[in-house]
C-alpha cells in the first residue's frame, strides 16, 4: 500500500470512499467479536482436563507422607511443588513459595505487607520503616504495561511514574536517574519475558542494570511478575537470566519479589500462585502471611504435581499450548499486513510469547480506533488502560488479546480493527489537509 500521507487530497478522499464502503459491508454483518481479556480458550483448558482426576481417590499424601488434606507441613508449600517450579522462576527451591490460585494476590499482599511492615533491609533484617508511614510512596510503571499492575497502585494510594520501553526492557538511563534521586521510589513493575501488552524480552544488560542500580530508597524492590516465563508462540524458547541470581552477583540479594502462575498453564481460575525470593524476603513474606492463612490448598499443589511431574512435562504441555495459539496470533499479524502494511499508519508488535498484540496508531486516534471497533462489533480494552490512570499520553496505543476466540473469529477481528485504523487515519488526514488548505487561503 502507497503510504497515506504521500496521497494527494483527492486521492485521499478516493480511498476513503472505498474504506468507508468496506467498514460498512463488515459493520453490517453484525458480528459480536471479543479481543479484551488475554485468557485461554476451552480447547487450551481442556488440555489439563486429567487434573479434574487427580490426585485420585486415596492419593492425597505428599511424597514425605503428609495428608494433604489436613493442615500440616510448611507453609511455603509442598517440598516437591516448590522443586517442580524452581526452574520457572529462576530460584532454588528454598527460595520458592507456592500460594494459591492468583500471583496477583500475591502481589498485592506484598504491598500490602510492606506499606504496613516494612521490607527486610541490610540493617532492619526484620522490616525498615513501612512504607505507608510518611510520606506517599511511588512506583515506577514501564508502558505500556499490564493494567491490573496499576490498579494495584492506585487502589494503594501509590504515585505512578510512567517509563518508555526500548524494545528489551525499559529506559534504564530514566529509570536509574529517577530511583537515584527519588527516595519515595520504592519499586517497579517489570514483565521481563513476554511483556503485557508489547512482548518484551529482558536483555542480559537490563536486567544486571536493574539489580546493581543505585537507590535512594534502600528498601527498594523490583516487582518482577515473569507471568509468561513458559508461554512461548515459536519453536524457540527465549530465555531470561535469573533476576535473583543477578541481584545476588551485585550485592542486592533482597532487591527482587519474583511472582509467576499456572493460570496459562494448566486451569486460569484453579492453579497455583508462584512467589521466589531471597530467603530474607521469604521469611518476612510467611510471617505476616501466617496470620491471614494457616496456609494454602496442599492438594491442588499435589495434583499439580502429579500432572506436570517435572520441567520437560511443563515444556511438552506448553507446546500443545503453542500449537493452539500461534495461528491466532498469526492470523492477526497476517491480517494487518494485508491491510495496514505500508499505509504508514500503523504498527504493531509480532511476539515471540505471551497473550497480547501491541497496536499502535496514529498519535491522538486510538480512542477513535476503539470506538470505530465497538460500532462494528469488536469489543477492545479501553484505549489509555496500558498507562498508569487509563492517560495514554500520546492517545496511540491498543492492547488486543487474540487467545480466546477461534482463530477464523480472530482474523475477523483484525479486520475489523485495521478498517477501523484506516478510517481513523484517513479522517485525520482529511481533517489536517482541509486546516492547510485553510491556511494558505488565510
Given at each position: ?140 510503571c514501564p508502558s505500556p ?45 517489570c514483565v521481563p519475558k ?192 496500558t498507562f498508569p490512570y ?53
Amino acid at each position: 500500500m502507497t503510504p497515506l500521507g504521500t496521497l494527494s487530497r483527492d486521492e485521499l478522499v478516493a480511498f476513503r470512499r472505498r474504506i468507508e464502503e468496506q467498514y460498512g459491508a463488515f459493520r453490517a454483518r453484525g458480528l459480536h467479536l471479543d479481543l479484551t481479556r488475554g485468557k485461554p480458550a476451552p480447547e487450551q483448558l481442556d488440555l489439563s482436563n486429567p487434573l479434574l482426576e487427580l490426585p485420585g481417590w486415596g492419593n492425597y499424601r505428599a511424597a514425605d507422607g503428609s495428608d494433604c488434606r489436613n493442615y500440616f507441613g510448611d507453609p511455603a508449600g509442598l517440598p516437591e511443588a516448590r522443586v517442580l517450579f524452581a526452574p520457572l522462576l529462576g530460584a532454588t527451591p528454598d527460595q520458592v513459595l507456592i500460594g494459591d490460585n492468583s500471583s496477583l494476590a500475591l502481589m498485592h499482599d506484598a504491598i500490602a505487607y510492606a506499606l504496613l511492615h516494612g521490607v527486610p533491609t541490610p540493617d532492619k533484617p526484620g522490616g525498615a520503616a513501612p512504607w505507608g508511614g510518611g510520606e506517599p510512596i511511588a512506583f515506577l510503571c514501564p508502558s505500556p504495561g499490564y493494567d491490573r499492575h496499576f490498579a494495584l497502585c492506585e487502589g494503594f494510594g501509590i504515585r505512578m511514574i510512567p517509563i518508555a520501553l526500548t524494545g528489551e526492557g525499559p529506559d534504564l538511563a530514566a529509570v536509574e536517574r529517577q530511583v537515584a534521586a527519588d527516595p519515595a521510589i520504592k519499586g517497579i513493575w517489570c514483565v521481563p519475558k513476554y511483556s503485557n501488552p508489547t512482548g518484551e524480552i529482558y536483555a542480559p544488560a537490563t536486567i544486571a542494570r536493574l539489580a546493581a542500580m543505585k537507590v535512594a530508597a534502600r528498601d527498594f524492590r523490583l516487582f518482577w511478575d515473569n507471568a509468561y516465563a513458559v508461554h512461548h508462540l515459536t519453536e524457540t524458547r527465549h530465555e531470561i537470566d535469573s533476576v535473583l541470581e543477578a541481584c545476588v552477583r551485585a550485592g542486592q540479594p533482597d532487591r527482587a519479589l519474583v511472582f509467576a502462575s499456572t493460570s496459562k498453564i494448566t486451569f486460569a481460575g484453579a492453579g497455583l500462585a508462584l512467589m521466589a525470593a531471597s530467603r530474607a524476603n521469604l521469611a518476612w513474606f510467611l510471617r505476616h502471611a501466617g496470620r491471614r492463612s494457616i496456609g494454602p490448598d496442599k492438594l491442588n499443589q499435589l495434583r499439580h504435581v502429579r500432572l506436570l511431574q517435572d520441567t520437560a512435562g511443563i515444556a511438552a504441555l506448553m507446546d500443545r499450548h503453542r500449537r493452539l495459539l500461534a495461528p491466532k496470533f498469526r492470523a492477526v499479524d497476517e491480517t494487518f499486513t494485508r491491510l495496514l502494511g505500508g499505509a504508514g499508519i500503523a504498527s504493531w508488535s509480532k511476539p515471540a510469547g505471551g497473550y497480547f498484540v501491541s497496536l499502535d496508531v496514529e498519535i491522538g486516534s486510538a480512542q477513535r480506533v476503539a470506538a470505530l471497533a465497538a460500532a462494528a462489533g469488536i469489543a477492545l480494552v479501553p484505549a489509555g488502560r496500558t498507562f498508569p490512570y487509563g492517560k495514554d499520553p500520546h492517545d496511540r496505543n491498543l492492547r488486543l488479546a487474540p487467545s480466546f476466540p477461534p482463530a477464523g473469529e480472530v482474523a475477523r477481528a483484525a479486520e475489523g480493527v485495521a478498517l477501523a485504523v484506516l478510517m481513523a487515519a484517513t479522517e485525520a488526514l482529511l481533517r489536517t489537509n482541509d486546516l492547510d488548505a485553510a491556511a494558505e487561503v488565510a
